[in-house]
């Protein structure tokens, strides 16, 4: 009797793992506001309710929702090779996820891939989507993340209908805390501006540890690489208070990581919000409230939190 040989057939999955991963709740996608006061005032149940029966209404932008449109856009500069996927991860249940899902096909965004895990966190399924940022509303998911090691940050209101969408995605970061660790910082709340310039000097020569938001740099700089760099769809910038002598350990790292950081501003305690507003971010990250409560009402924002263990939390 003649034996088939059985042929074992390898299967490949959908590889994430080279791309820049963006996972992203609906509440930082949409501006579901008055949808969560429901929630938070009348109870789930109602909360349900409201989705199922306005599931065909078309939800308003919320302030990542710039972000994301802008950069699938890169996407169209390689349609065989995906390098931006965006996943849409929410504490809603799949019944109620039909009325987001619908407003995604309406904007044409370009969102293929979804976890909704019914009200439970959504810190553990980010590695396994191998998430580079994930971006919330709900600060306890976004703890959970940052807590996780994952680049994370919640997103503060913003509401300006007037916005332009641009051919190129602008995102700006602060330096200490969420580019780079929290060592410097912490010397400086701590010990005073003294000893923080004493500290930085005598370390120029040493390049400063990652901060939760090194490698998305280096993800984003990746991206970079592929164009000339007057063409590249992706601008970044650092936007710190910083200023000389400390800015030198700055920009040392920076080569020693082998980043691209297309503009830096060393702002020296000067406000921040007239130059990221100049600057044109789709998002800025910070991690001090005094800063994001002005640069929030010009453009989107986020906070950057810190480790639960982290010494800033207790200072």
Same mark, same amino acid.
Do not use: C
């Given at each position: 009797?003649?034996?088939?040989?059985?042929?074992?057939?390898?299967?490949?999955?959908? $590889?994430? =793992?080279?791309?820049?991963?963006i996972a992203i709740s609906s509440r930082a996608l949409f501006n579901l506001e008055d949808?969560?006061?429901? *929630?938070?005032?009348?109870?789930?149940?109602?909360?349900?309710?409201?989705?199922?029966?306005?599931?065909?209404?078309? /939800?308003?932008?919320?302030?990542? @929702?710039? &972000?994301?449109? =802008?950069?699938?856009?890169?996407?169209?500069?390689? !349609?065989?090779?995906?390098?931006?996927?965006?996943?849409?991860?929410?504490?809603?249940?799949?019944?109620?996820?039909?009325?987001?899902?619908?407003?995604?096909?309406?904007?044409?965004?370009?969102?293929?891939?979804?976890?909704?895990?019914?009200?439970?966190?959504?810190?553990?399924?980010?590695?396994?989507?191998?998430?580079?940022? @994930? &971006?919330?509303? =709900?600060?306890?998911?976004?703890?959970?993340?940052?807590?996780?090691?994952?680049?994370?940050?919640?997103?503060? !209101?913003?509401?300006n209908i007037d916005d332009e969408l641009s051919q190129q995605v602008k995102i700006a970061?602060?330096? $200490?805390?969420?580019?780079?660790?929290?060592?410097?910082?912490?010397?400086?709340?701590?010990?005073? &501006?003294?000893?923080?310039?004493?500290?930085?000097?005598?370390?120029?020569?040493?390049?400063?540890?990652?901060?939760?938001?090194?490698?998305?740099?280096?993800?984003?700089?990746?991206?970079?690489?592929?164009? !000339?760099?007057?063409?590249?769809?992706?601008?970044?910038?650092?936007?710190?208070?910083?200023?000389?002598?400390?800015?030198?350990?700055?920009?040392?790292?920076?080569?020693?990581?082998?980043?691209?950081?297309?503009?830096? *501003?060393?702002?020296?305690?000067? $406000?921040?919000?007239?130059?990221?507003?100049?600057?044109?971010?789709? /998002?800025?990250?910070?991690?001090?409230?005094?800063? &994001?409560?002005?640069?929030?009402?010009?453009? !989107?924002?986020?906070?950057?939190?810190?480790?639960?263990?982290? /010494?800033?939390?207790?200072?």
């Amino acid at each position: 009797m003649y034996n088939r040989k059985k042929i074992k057939v390898k299967k490949v999955g959908y $590889d994430l =793992n080279k791309k820049l991963v963006i996972a992203i709740s609906s509440r930082a996608l949409f501006n579901l506001e008055d949808e969560n006061k429901i *929630f938070e005032e009348k109870g789930l149940n109602d909360y349900y309710k409201y989705q199922i029966e306005n599931e065909d209404k078309k /939800i308003a932008q919320g302030t990542g @929702f710039r &972000l994301v449109n =802008n950069l699938l856009k890169i996407n169209e500069d390689f !349609p065989d090779d995906k390098q931006v996927e965006v996943i849409i991860m929410s504490r809603n249940n799949s019944a109620t996820s039909l009325r987001i899902t619908k407003s995604i096909e309406k904007y044409n965004l370009d969102i293929q891939r979804s976890a909704w895990t019914g009200g439970n966190d959504i810190a553990k399924y980010l590695k396994p989507f191998k998430v580079d940022l @994930f &971006l919330s509303a =709900n600060e306890e998911d976004v703890q959970n993340a940052i807590n996780e090691g994952i680049a994370s940050a919640r997103i503060l !209101p913003y509401e300006n209908i007037d916005d332009e969408l641009s051919q190129q995605v602008k995102i700006a970061f602060d330096g $200490d805390a969420v580019l780079f660790s929290e060592e410097s910082e912490v010397i400086y709340k701590t010990q005073g &501006l003294e000893a923080f310039l004493e500290h930085e000097k005598m370390n120029v020569t040493n390049a400063m540890k990652d901060g939760p938001f090194a490698q998305l740099l280096r993800v984003i700089s990746n991206i970079q690489a592929k164009y !000339p760099e007057e063409q590249t769809p992706i601008r970044t910038a650092l936007i710190t208070a910083r200023n000389s002598p400390a800015h030198e350990r700055v920009i040392r790292t920076l080569s020693d990581w082998n980043v691209r950081l297309d503009e830096a *501003f060393f702002l020296g305690g000067v $406000d921040k919000y007239e130059v990221v507003k100049a600057f044109g971010a789709d /998002i800025f990250f910070d991690d001090q409230d005094v800063h &994001l409560e002005t640069t929030s009402k010009q453009t !989107p924002s986020a906070k950057v939190l810190y480790k639960e263990e982290s /010494i800033l939390n207790r200072i």
